[in-house]
């Protein structure tokens, strides 16, 4: 979801480390190389592959307003994907592709592993894989969201499973300033599940103090990510044998 709302807040601006981190990944792609671009959706990473032979991927079943559960978009346009399919059976011949980028899609899969086994057989020898996904998440994209998070201990154990070789992983956020999240979206929250209605806002304004003590101890953790964060970025690269 680039360019959420959430990314404007200064104190999250952990939501926009992961696009950045993400825009870095590709522009540092060789120019000609050929890219995946798995879950594509709305191709928001478009614009940075433009020096690359760019592919994109969906299943196009998402709609923008989904079973109305949850988090929607609204609106969804996914008219310049390139190739419909299932995102663990994608018609592409075998190690096809020089690059896959697969973002915040792992958990819109009942079966994200086999996700992984298929992005395994499109690769090229040493050919690199950009993922992110959740730590955690609430519900989005509903009836499409099958899994809540994916910690780097998964990544380790199914990447390597598939012939994988972990270069990077990167949490972005930390246990305080993912709960200072769900806190600013307080009234987002209320507006749609609770009587309040359109007073949500006034009602934000009570716990706006302990918002702000929150976002003290965010700027002043140390390491407590590895308990809870918002996102978990990985490079890594297709293993030759």
């Known amino acids: 979801m680039r360019g959420a709302w959430y990314t404007t807040f200064p104190f999250?601006?952990?939501?926009?480390?992961?696009?950045?981190?993400?825009?870095?990944?590709?522009?540092?792609?060789?120019?000609?190389?050929?890219?995946?671009?798995?879950?594509?959706?709305?191709?928001?990473?478009?614009?940075?592959?433009?020096h690359l032979r760019y592919?994109?991927?969906?299943?196009?079943?998402?709609?923008?307003?989904?079973?109305?559960?949850?988090?929607?978009?609204?609106?969804?346009?996914?008219?310049?994907?390139?190739?419909?399919?299932?995102?663990?059976?994608?018609?592409?011949?075998?190690?096809?592709?020089?690059?896959?980028?697969?973002?915040?899609?792992?958990?819109?899969?009942?079966?994200?592993?086999?996700?992984?086994?298929?992005?395994?057989?499109?690769?090229k020898p040493n050919g690199r894989l950009i993922l992110t996904a959740p730590f955690w998440s609430l519900t989005h994209f509903a009836p499409f969201h099958f899994c809540t998070g994916f910690s780097s201990y998964w990544y380790r154990k199914i990447l390597a499973d598939h012939n994988f070789e972990i270069l990077e992983i990167r949490r972005n956020g930390n246990y305080f300033s993912s709960i200072l999240q769900e806190l600013i979206r307080t009234p987002f929250v209320l507006r749609k599940y609770s009587r309040i209605g359109a007073i949500a806002y006034v009602a934000f304004l009570c716990i706006l103090p302990t918002v702000l003590v929150i976002h003290l101890l965010s700027c002043l953790s140390k390491k407590s990510e590895e308990q809870l964060c918002d996102s978990v970025c990985v490079l890594a690269r297709r293993m030759s044998y």
């Open 12 to 50: 999250l601006r952990f939501a926009y480390a992961r696009e950045q981190w993400t825009d870095r990944q590709l522009r540092a792609i060789p120019a000609g190389e050929t890219l995946l671009d798995v879950g594509a959706g709305e191709c928001p990473y478009r614009d940075a592959c433009a």
């Open 55 to 123: 592919v994109s991927q969906d299943s196009q079943q998402y709609d923008g307003r989904g079973d109305g559960r949850g988090m929607h978009t609204g609106v969804w346009d996914t008219s310049r994907i390139d190739v419909v399919s299932d995102a663990c059976a994608i018609p592409v011949e075998d190690r096809s592709f020089q690059n896959i980028l697969c973002t915040e899609i792992l958990e819109h899969l009942p079966y994200p592993d086999r996700a992984i086994r298929e992005f395994a057989r499109i690769l």
